[in-house]
C-alpha cells in the first residue's frame, strides 16, 4: 500500500541528546514537509523539501536539521539547541513542486524530553 | 505571512445534528485543504477546495476566494467525525508560496 511511514511512533530522550526522526514515503510525490504540533494547538512548518538535495526552512526551523538525499525519504533531527522539543511531529508529502497540492500525513513521532 | 482563523473553537453536538465550521484567511490563496484529525493523531485530508463547492458523503466544503473564507458542513453528524477539524491555505505570493499554514482548529466533540 501506498503512504507514508514515520518511525518511531514514541520516542523518549533525555535533554541534551540529538534525536533523528525517520519519514519515508512511496508515493513517488517530489515535495516533503515536517510540521511540528504542541497541545491544543495547530501545526506549524518546520521544514520543507520541493525536490531532492534542496531544501527551505518553514516558520520555525531553529534547532531543527534536514537532509534529502533521496525522493522518497527525509529525516529530522532534532538537536539540542531546539529549547523546548516535546511535542508530536508530522510528517507530510505532496505530488506538486510547485505549489504544495493536495498534502498526505504520516501517522505522527511523539518525541518527551525527559 | 498569510493568517488563518478558524471558528469555533469547539463544538459539541447530539448525533444526527448538522454542524458549519468556518475559516477565515487574510489574503488570496492558491490552495485550501480540511483535514481531520482523530483522537490518535492522525490526520487525513477531506478537500482539497482552493474555490468553489465540493461534496463527499456527508461532508461539503465551499470556498469562497474572493471573499477569503471558506465553510465545512457536516450533515448527520456521528460520533466518529469527533475530533479536530484544520482549514490550512497556502498564500498566493510571498513568504507563503509553496507551503501550508495552518488554523488553530476546531474540536467537534459528537455525543451519541
Known amino acids: 500500500d501506498g503512504g507514508i511511514t514515520q518511525s518511531p511512533k514514541y520516542l523518549f530522550r533525555k535533554e541534551g541528546q540529538n534525536v533523528t526522526l525517520s519519514c519515508e514515503q512511496n508515493?513517488?510525490?517530489?515535495?516533503m514537509y515536517w510540521y511540528r504540533q504542541d497541545p491544543g494547538q495547530g501545526l506549524r512548518l518546520i521544514y520543507y523539501?520541493?525536490?531532492?538535495?534542496?531544501?527551505q526552512k518553514g516558520d520555525i526551523a531553529e534547532g531543527y536539521s534536514v537532509s534529502r538525499e533521496k525522493k522518497e525519504s527525509f529525516p529530522l533531527t532534532v538537536t539540542s539547541a531546539q529549547k523546548n522539543p516535546t511535542a508530536f511531529y508530522l510528517c507530510a508529502s505532496s505530488q506538486g513542486l510547485v505549489s504544495t497540492g493536495e498534502l498526505f500525513f504520516g501517522e505522527g513521532s511523539r518525541l518527551t524530553v525527559l | 505571512g498569510i493568517q488563518v482563523e478558524q471558528s469555533p473553537p469547539d463544538l459539541i453536538l447530539q448525533e444526527g445534528a448538522n454542524s458549519t465550521l468556518r475559516c477565515n484567511f487574510s489574503d488570496s490563496v492558491n490552495n485550501l485543504q480540511w483535514f481531520h484529525q482523530n483522537p490518535w493523531g492522525q490526520l487525513i485530508n477531506l478537500f482539497y477546495i482552493p474555490s468553489g463547492t465540493k461534496q463527499n458523503g456527508r461532508l461539503s466544503a465551499t470556498t469562497v476566494a474572493t471573499e477569503r473564507y471558506s465553510l465545512l458542513y457536516i450533515s448527520s453528524s456521528q460520533t466518529t467525525d469527533s475530533g479536530v477539524y484544520f482549514c490550512?491555505?497556502?498564500?498566493?505570493?510571498?513568504?507563503?508560496?509553496?507551503?501550508?499554514?495552518f488554523g488553530q482548529g476546531t474540536i467537534l466533540t459528537v455525543h451519541p
Open positions: 523539501s520541493q525536490i531532492v538535495n534542496d531544501f
Open positions: 508515493l513517488n510525490h517530489d515535495a
Open positions: 490550512a491555505v497556502e498564500g498566493a505570493g510571498g513568504t507563503s508560496y509553496g507551503k501550508l499554514t
